[in-house]
């Protein structure tokens, strides 16, 4: 054990060792490996650092093939000066996120220029690891887990490569000791105390937010474009084994009240309102959990949400939900909500006078529209079915690539020639003809159902989910209902999703592949999701519930770390022992404890004397009794006179023998 503690002194401290060039095969596993950590990031950063990444890495690979010296001080100031205009031009920074991981992944390939020796490759081994470190700040989904791995395994298995082990050795100690370490890494995981909220904040700004959620405008083709995305918005459970009908779930996210003809703008979401969940024994208020990514501070609600201003939530103008403080990565947010159609709050004159603005002069057929429906209808409440029942017989259909007039008057077209659309066609239209028949209404945008996950018993929300509905106010009720005009022409749509409502011909780009492997790959990410990512003081401490630790405490702590952490270590020590065993040479260890047991143990030339000899200095001294006799005889037949050495069981037995003998010597 001293002889490889002072090994690893030595290769740690002796810099003449250290400036040797490491073997091209193994330079070559490390320059692979960097293209494995850069990864990630590929989907993550600007087009055009992840261009001059892979062009200086492509240049790097010529060097290392023609098998040129690495490049001058010169030429690395050069690119160090190009990466730092080209990560400003692309992100504007060179600080935060994106301009703090842009920059020094560029660093990090530019370190594999300047690789002379075994340092200077050992620490772009260590640039790598921070490099994965940061890209997970980009992402935290299951598959960033495997590839967290194996780039452990990797960068483990080139610093072996690094300390002279052959590659097949090299890849065998790296995964055995990442196996090793991961029963230990779990239990810290587990057991660390966790805090509410992250030490540390990392602002929201994302230019390209509008192509992945929900835009604060809508504007014709605005939903129909994003439900073709399949990006995952969030994950929803519901408490008390409640199961929701797909058609009840509506998440609304954004309340839209100012249009200008053209395109709908979502309400100041700085007010608040009076507006107030209505309860009634036939609708339910029901406990949900949503795993969520918010989208600049906005939480799907689901309708209604009932009042709370707790937990770093808030609720604003149009009974929308806020949270106080946006921040990245996922979040964990408890909700509640009444199944019903109807969102209490009273109006005055203001209001009602807002809610029926339109563009003057603009749309004159669906004024005459809206003024004929007036006419045949008693009350709002038959106005409101008056024009849904325009949409079920009129021949109106419900597709993903309308025709459009993106004219003055596009209402007109879309409810007099054009007659398809989507779901904002159908809500803009709607809205527009209550309006003209001066009945307060408005536009919501969010999601509509979602998709169940019987083994995980959780609902997952996609992009292809968001929906565009309408709310009037009644007066009668003196509230605001919802009404989904998509559903008067696509009925399927609430209880079947969006594929079912589509034409056939349209369904194939939301239809998974392998369906068997599609379930698999949702449960892992929703399971990640709820038992790592989001592993936060709750969970925590209802972990610490179920194992009968009571609350999280000093004492709860220390009682898991003492237990799992001794039962972790078990592998560990196993490893130990085994590699004793298989370090040990039974005879050669019994020679020299024998010798040192014997004669002066500080002697210089104990190493050199043989058997035959010591039994000689043994009988000069009348030292040598008939078990040291045996002894020595034994080892020299073993080692010398018979063609082959004794099984390991026999020579771990004469080792034993030794120890024996030297007890009682002493």
């Excluded at 039994?615 to 020595?632: E, V």
Aim: net charge positive; aromatic share 10%.
């Amino acid at each position: 054990m001293f002889n490889r503690i002072g090994a690893m002194v030595m290769w740690l401290a002796n810099p003449a060792f250290l400036r040797q060039e490491p073997p091209r095969q193994v330079q070559l596993a490390l320059l692979l490996t960097l293209l494995w950590v850069a990864l990630p990031l590929l989907w993550s950063l600007p087009p055009g650092v992840i261009a001059l990444f892979g062009v200086l890495w492509l240049l790097r690979m010529a060097l290392w093939a023609l098998n040129i010296k690495p490049l001058s001080w010169l030429w690395l100031v050069l690119l160090l000066a190009v990466a730092v205009v080209v990560v400003w031009q692309q992100i504007g920074t060179v600080i935060g996120r994106e301009g703090g991981v842009a920059f020094l992944l560029l660093l990090t390939v530019l370190k594999a220029y300047e690789g002379r020796g075994l340092r200077d490759w050992q620490v772009l081994l260590l640039a790598m690891l921070v490099v994965m470190g940061g890209a997970v700040l980009f992402n935290q989904n299951v598959l960033m887990a495997v590839w967290l791995l194996l780039g452990l395994m990797l960068l483990s298995a080139d610093m072996a490569l690094l300390g002279g082990l052959k590659p097949g050795d090299a890849v065998r100690q790296s995964a055995q000791a990442l196996a090793l370490a991961l029963p230990l890494a779990a239990v810290l995981f587990v057991a660390v105390p966790r805090v509410a909220e992250p030490l540390w904040r990392i602002p929201q700004h994302n230019p390209n937010q509008a192509s992945t959620g929900l835009s604060d405008t809508m504007r014709p083709g605005s939903i129909s474009d994003l439900v073709q995305s399949n990006e995952p918005a969030f994950n929803a459970t519901f408490a008390n084994g409640y199961t929701p009908l797909p058609q009840n779930l509506y998440w609304r996210v954004m309340v839209m009240a100012d249009f200008d003809g053209s395109q709908w703008r979502a309400m100041d979401e700085r007010y608040i309102d009076d507006a107030r969940a209505v309860a009634a024994p036939a609708a339910p208020v029901v406990d949900y959990q949503l795993i969520i990514r918010d989208e600049e501070g906005r939480i799907p609600a689901l309708d209604y949400p009932i009042h709370t201003d707790s937990n770093g939530l808030s609720m604003r103008l149009g009974a929308v939900v806020r949270v106080n403080r946006s921040r990245e990565g996922l979040r964990r947010v408890a909700l509640q909500a009444t199944i019903n159609p109807y969102l209490g709050q009273t109006l005055n004159e203001g209001e009602r006078a807002y809610y029926t603005r339109l563009p003057a002069q603009a749309n004159p057929q669906t004024r005459a529209l809206a003024r004929q429906l007036r006419l045949r209808s008693n009350d709002d409440k038959t106005l409101v079915n008056q024009a849904l029942a325009y949409f079920r017989r009129e021949g109106f259909v419900y597709t993903l690539q309308p025709l459009r007039n993106q004219g003055a008057d596009s209402t007109d077209y879309f409810l007099f020639q054009g007659r398809e659309g989507f779901c904002e066609d159908y809500a803009n239209a709607f809205v527009n003809l209550m309006r003209a028949a001066d009945v307060p209404a408005r536009i919501v945008t969010g999601y509509l159902g979602g998709e169940y996950n019987p083994q995980g018993q959780f609902w997952q929300v996609r992009s292809k989910d968001a929906h565009a509905w309408a709310e009037v106010w009644l007066a009668s009720e003196n509230a605001w209902l919802r009404v989904d005009p998509t559903t008067a022409v696509a009925e399927v749509r609430a209880s079947g999703g969006v594929v079912s409502a589509l034409p056939p011909g349209q369904r194939g780009a939301f239809m998974p592949q392998n369906s068997w492997l599609y379930g698999i790959g949702q449960s892992s990410q929703f399971y990640w999701q709820q038992w790592v990512v989001n592993f936060d003081a709750n969970r925590q401490q209802n972990l610490f519930q179920r194992l009968g630790l009571g609350r999280v405490s000093l004492g709860s702590v220390g009682i898991l770390l003492l237990l799992g952490g001794s039962a972790a270590v078990l592998p560990l020590l196993w490893w130990w022992r085994r590699q004793q065993r298989r370090n040990r040479q039974p005879l050669a260890d019994g020679f020299m404890l024998l010798k040192s047991a014997l004669l002066d143990a500080d002697s210089e030339e104990i190493a050199a004397i043989g058997p035959l000899e010591l039994q000689q200095l043994l009988a000069a001294h009348q030292q040598l009794s008939a078990p040291l006799q045996t002894l020595l005889d034994d080892y020299i037949r073993y080692v010398y006179a018979d063609d082959t050495l004794p099984p390991p069981a026999e020579q771990r037995r004469w080792y034993r023998r030794v120890k024996s003998a030297i007890r009682k010597i002493k």
